[in-house]
């Protein structure tokens, strides 16, 4: 089933969603930092949204099935993130479906601006997208991670 594949590319792509931005806004302490992950093409890019020490926009390489790494202008971090739980469902009398997973996520390493960053925290991705050939990609996608947890930068 193509849909459901598409659907495990896409969650797992939709992780590195919650990655780092392009600015430093803190010293090297410990702070709570926030994550938004958005896209809505099943082949498009992955914007990221940092908001807390880390201020910036940016986007999501997958490099792995638990492994992303974000790049930006100020530097590249690398987390690792692991699925607690999951749910999928989908409507066949109005084509839609629904994905939603919560898990973990730790940041692993990290180049440039972000070359001491650790951090780890929760996230939660929601899904919903609409198409009724279940060997085609969905015809419109919506994917949304919010995550937090603390970080510090490091020096």
């Known amino acids: 089933m193509k849909l459901r594949a598409a659907m495990s590319v896409v969650a797992v792509t939709a992780m590195g969603a919650i990655g780092l931005g392009t600015g430093v806004a803190g010293a090297s302490g410990g702070s709570t930092q926030y994550f938004t ?5 099943i082949d498009g890019p992955q914007t ?3 908001a807390g020490p880390i201020a910036a926009t940016g986007t999501d390489q997958q490099v792995g099935a ?7 202008p100020d530097g590249v971090v690398t987390i690792r993130h692991e699925a607690l739980t999951h749910s999928q469902s989908f409507d066949q009398r109005t084509c ?20 001491h960053v650790t951090g780890s925290g929760k996230y939660k991705f929601l899904g919903i997208f609409a198409g009724c050939d279940k060997n085609e990609p969905p015809t419109s996608v919506s994917f949304v991670i919010q995550a937090h947890g603390p970080i510090t930068l490091g020096s």
């Open 48 to 50: 990221v949204v940092a």
């Open 37 to 41: 992950g958005i896209q809505t093409s």
């Open 96 to 115: 839609v479906g629904k994905f939603s997973e919560t898990g973990t996520y730790s940041l692993i390493h990290g180049t440039g601006a972000y070359a």
């Open 66 to 72: 638990h492994r992303d790494n974000f790049v930006f």
